[in-house]
């Protein structure tokens, strides 16, 4: 693509065709560079530049020439930004970061000094160097890392907004050049590239007075363009979840009451796929497909924290019977499904899956600040492959602030995978107060099924949290909390005011290195409450379980006696099946669970209904 006019100033992302199907399916990702590590970072928290030292092997050859259109993503522990570059010195190996780096958090376990370099290419006079050049005359382009970096990966493309070309370079089997001689002499394949336009799709109520009752059935919507230097390049597009991406969705609705989207394809976007904003009532997407996002799948309401007005508030969505999957790739802290200042929203039903981050996200009200955020509603979903060891600090689930009346109820979490601590199931972070988490079951997650940070008037109850595990062989940092459950509230100030009532829970491990419990204060477990739960280890002997007190770890005789979990019992759970088989919903007639009172969990309707 030759001097082609974009109406954006990057461009991120293009979609190859499929010769069998006609779709422009194949997502054609920005060349970029292997995750590297810097040898050491500035950060300045008053004007937040930052800089960082490339070691003396990643910067053999690197110019500054070279990076000038260039992009660096840089890892922190709960996101990560994407930033243009301001200098590079070769003399010293130091890169400097365009603009400030908001919420920049640069946790060393987390981060790991992190980062990838982006679009780095050269201008070049020939037009055949290393595979890739421009079509037509003038100045080809070139991806020169250094050699360290090799060549341009196939099936990647670099843009320079200068010149404003395109270079693709090929993977094995297609052809580019349709004036190549062939013998036998055969029609030149072509290869065709689609490069989006559009921001936004379809926005109902955007542009005019209130939209009523609208329903959009068995449509595609396809193909969008992040619009990052637009909407947040200038501090790194960073942000919890992704949340900077405020200008653009493929599919937006704005003012409007009763708009659904039934039987619906959001496919192939460059932010979030579907944003309701906060002005609206109603509004539904049902036994719909979100697949392949540059952020992630669905976010209602809006980022403001505290007590929103009633009229800035999204009320009564829904999102039910629906797949949102393949997320992550230009903003890798987006969401599946994203509820911010919301009430009386539904999440039930729905398969959400390959992400960098959370699977659902509710809330936006750090700490114990009075809340209109209410009555959700987060059932019956199957959540899994979350994470998969690039961010840090997730959940399958994630609770923010206050919430009363909030139940996940019936969910499975499985597979999460962080890059450092973090790698959590359920999780109740800052303030989550007046929320039930019921009758979920989760397993095979980095660290720890249940996390707390603090909140008050939280219910556990009725849940199955099985195998901590670190995956043999994933990216990934240090591991905190190979546990359990965990409590982190801090030391000292309203962070250090939790609880939570831990009920008819079963809790097993089958790693000989994992606890039951971890926490960062010696109050953490101080104002919680257990009783009637089942904990077990198939790795080690029940004598080596240890249980939290003020005074340090203690038996579970000796915890007993304090007056926790007095009805409680350390016992094997008698599953029907195999542990490996992950079946945690049938239990042998005699299991100690029915003593309990402890309720086997059906999972046969978790997920999309058909």
């Known amino acids: 693509l030759n001097e082609t006019q974009f109406p954006q100033q990057f461009v991120r992302q293009m979609w190859a065709r499929d010769a069998t199907s006609g779709r422009f399916a194949r997502r054609v990702p920005l060349a970029t560079t292997p995750m590297l590590q810097y040898e050491s970072r500035t950060f300045d928290p008053t004007s937040q530049a930052v800089t960082v030292t490339l070691t003396a092997a990643d910067a053999a050859g690197l110019t500054w020439a070279m990076l000038k259109e260039a992009n660096i993503v840089l890892y922190h522990s709960w996101t990560s930004t994407t930033s243009q570059i301001a200098s590079y010195d070769a003399s010293t190996r130091v890169l400097t970061v365009a603009g400030p780096v908001s919420d920049a958090v640069f946790d060393g376990s987390a981060s790991g000094n992190r980062y990838r ?90 542009f005019s007075e209130a939209f009523y009752n609208v329903t959009f059935e068995n449509i595609t919507f396809a193909h969008t363009d992040s619009y990052l230097e637009e909407q947040c390049i200038s501090d790194g597009c960073s942000g919890q979840s992704g949340v900077a991406l405020q200008e653009e969705a493929a599919v937006q609705v704005t003012k409007s009451v009763g708009v659904t989207f039934l039987q619906c394809v959001i496919a192939h976007v460059g932010g979030y796929a579907l944003y309701v904003r906060g002005d609206t009532n109603q509004v539904s997407f049902h036994q719909g497909h979100i697949v392949d996002m540059g952020a992630g799948g669905v976010r209602v309401g809006e980022p403001s924290s505290g007590t929103a007005r009633l009229n800035t508030m999204a009320t009564a969505a829904s999102v039910h019977d629906s797949i949102v999957s393949d997320g992550g790739h230009i903003v890798e802290a ?63 689930i994630y609770n923010l602030g206050m919430s009363p009346g909030t139940l996940f109820d019936h969910n499975v979490c499985h597979d999460v995978q962080s890059y450092g601590y973090g790698g959590w199931g359920l999780y109740s972070d800052e303030g989550s107060s007046h929320i039930t988490w019921a009758n979920n079951v989760v397993y095979r997650t980095k660290a720890a099924p249940y996390h707390q940070h603090y909140g008050l008037y939280v219910t556990v109850v009725n849940n199955v949290f099985a195998f901590p595990q670190v995956f043999e062989g994933a990216p990934s940092g240090p591991n905190w909390d190979f546990c359990g ?58 004598s080596s379980l240890w249980f939290p007190t003020w005074v340090g770890p203690t038996s579970f005789t000796q915890w007993q006696a304090l007056g926790h979990d007095v009805h409680g019992v350390v016992a094997d759970p008698q599953l029907t099946s195999p542990p490996d088989s992950l079946d945690f919903s049938h239990f042998s007639s005699t299991s100690p669970i029915w003593a309990l009172g402890i309720q086997p969990i059906s999972i046969a309707d978790v997920g999309p209904r058909p």
């Open 334 to 396: 987006g969401v599946g499904i994203f509820v911010l200042q919301a009430a009386s929203v539904s999440v039930t039903h729905n398969r959400i899956h390959d992400l960098y981050y959370t699977g659902v996200s509710t809330g936006w009200t750090w700490g114990y600040l009075p809340t209109l955020n209410m009555n959700l509603l987060v059932a019956k979903n199957e959540i899994y492959n979350i994470g998969r060891g690039l961010l840090s600090d997730m959940g399958c």
């Open 117 to 206: 370099l982006l679009n780095v290419i050269r201008h070049h006079q020939s037009h055949a160097a290393e595979g890739a050049t421009a079509a037509g005359g003038g100045n080809g382009l070139v991806v020169s890392v250094a050699p360290r970096f090799a060549e341009m990966p196939a099936g990647t493309f670099v843009y320079s907004p200068s010149s404003r070309k395109i270079v693709y370079r090929a993977s094995a089997g297609e052809e580019v050049n349709s004036t190549r001689r062939r013998d036998p002499p055969a029609a030149p394949a072509m290869l065709h590239m689609l490069v989006p336009a559009l921001g936004t799709i379809v926005n109902v109520g955007g």
């Open 485 to 542: 459950v965990r409590s982190s509230p801090a030391s000292s100030g309203y962070e250090s005011i939790t609880s939570f009532a831990f009920s008819r829970n079963i809790v097993l491990l089958r790693n000989a290195s994992a606890n039951l419990f971890f926490r960062t204060t010696e109050v953490a477990f101080a104002n919680t409450s257990f009783d009637f739960n089942l904990y077990w280890s198939y790795a080690t002997t029940p």
